[in-house]
Structure formats: C-alpha cells, structure tokens
C-alpha cells in the first residue's frame, strides 16, 4: 500500500461525519414531535420516550464534546435542529382537532393543552430526577434528563406560540426555517411575531437571536433543575412550574396578537 493510500485511509470521513450528525438530529427531532404533539400519549408511553430522548441526547453530547461554558451552545444548536422539524397545524387541522371551537375559544383551548402537556412533560421528569436523587452519585446522569425535559418544552411553547398566530391570523413570511427560527425567536422573548415590523425575518436569523434562545433555553433548563429534590417534590415541582410558565407565556403572546387582530369569543 502506498503512503498516499495509507493517508487516504486515515484521514477521517467528514460525510460519514455528517451523515451520522444528520441521523442524530432526526432522532431527536422525531421523538421531541411526538412528545410535543397534543394528545393521551398514557404517562408510560411518555416516559419511555423521555428515556430515548435522554439517551438520544447523551450520544449527541458526546460526538459534540463541548465541555463548560459549551453547554449552552451546545443545547441551543439541538434546539434549532429540532424547531424547523416542530408540526404545526393550519387553522382548519386546528379547529378539527379541538372540537370546533374557533377564534378566542380555541386559543383558549390550545393554551390549555400545551400547560396541560408541559405540566405532564415536568411531572414525568420530576419524578424521575427525585428518585435519582436518592443516591448523590446518580446525580451525574440527572442534567441529561433534564436538558430533554427542557428541549420538549420549549418544542411544546414554540409550538404553541405557532399556532396561536395561525388563529389569530398573523402570517409570518418566509420559508419553513425561516418561519421556524422566526417562532423561536418569539419564544426566547416570550412575546408574538411582528410581521410588520421591518427586519423581523433578518432579526430572527442573527446572531443576537441565537444568544437570546440560548439565555430563554438555560433559564428553562434553570427552572428544572428545582426538580431534584427528594421523594416526590421533583414531580410537583416539574409540573407546576411548567404550567404556570406555559400559560404566561399564552397570555403574552395572545395579547401582542390581539393588538393587530382582534377575534370574536368563538364558536364555544
């Protein structure tokens, strides 16, 4: 064998690289989607899939290898990964989907079923940091879970922020990605898309965005670290947090959409 076919040899395989990275940000993005999506996923079927995700999560940490400070950017690339690949229903998939109800009645409704899923979502990843709790050593593989119980709620709020401007009317332009990153910029401001106001699309794509989504992500990541307490405190912490945070968060975005489009109560 020659030296330059002993070097070619050697050389690391970037598209295997990639190809692998892609797999691993389409695991994550399908098993986020289904924890994200409305509906009676039962409380087993869930944690099992919080467990993939956590596992999913932890291969992903250890190809990135970002240590420390790295962490937030670490969390924040697997976010953007995840956001353009969030289901988003229309208007019409909506309104079916909640029994008919339209206008006030339905983002009323949707606001429920998202604290109602962020809730459960806390109260799983509660329980399960609580009883890691039990021996301090188990610790080390608690932030793990709870960096995927942190990326599902906000796969959850983004979600949520989406599809309340589909009610309300408020089309955001661009393309899916751009859509995308543009909901989770609302996200990390707690407040709705303006997309009226020049520059909203360049805005959402810079780099003061992805600082901004870094800071909301490890705010959220913060509030679930309260969950590693003992017995069964974890649990009622993680979903009563959650809940409170997700119906604030409706509440916010509801009033900056009601600015430019005011709605009847609905069909009840």
């Known amino acids: 064998m020659t030296s330059e076919n002993r070097q070619t040899d050697a050389a690391p395989d970037d598209s295997t690289a990639g190809e692998s990275s892609d797999a691993s940000d389409r695991e994550v993005a399908e098993i986020v989607g289904r924890l994200a999506e409305p509906g009676d996923m039962d409380g087993a079927e869930r944690r099992k899939l919080l467990g993939r995700l956590t596992k999913a999560l932890t291969r992903r940490a250890g190809k990135a290898r970002e240590p420390g400070a790295g962490r937030g950017r670490w969390l924040t690339d697997a976010f953007m990964a995840v956001a353009p690949r969030i289901p988003i229903r229309d208007l019409h998939t909506l309104s079916e989907h909640h029994h008919g109800l339209t206008a006030e009645a339905l983002a009323d409704d949707l606001v429920r079923t998202a604290a109602k899923a962020t809730m459960t979502v806390g109260a799983i990843g509660g329980a399960v940091a609580a009883a890691e709790f039990a021996t301090p050593p188990l610790l080390l593989s608690a932030p793990a879970q709870l960096v995927a119980e942190t990326l599902v709620v906000a796969a959850i709020e983004v979600k949520l922020i989406a599809e309340l401007h589909e009610v309300y009317g408020m089309q955001v ?96």
């Open 173 to 268: 332009p661009g393309n899916g990605s751009q859509r995308a990153m543009a909901f989770a910029a609302a996200w990390s401001r707690q407040r709705g898309v303006d997309p009226m106001s020049p520059g909203t699309m360049t805005v959402a794509l810079g780099a003061a965005t992805k600082t901004a989504l870094r800071n909301r992500l490890m705010r959220t990541l913060g509030r679930h670290l309260t969950t590693l307490g003992p017995f069964l405190t974890g649990a009622v912490a993680g979903g009563v947090l959650n809940r409170a945070a997700t119906k604030k968060l409706g509440e916010m975005v509801r009033s900056d959409l009601r600015v430019h489009h005011a709605l009847p109560p609905g069909k009840p």
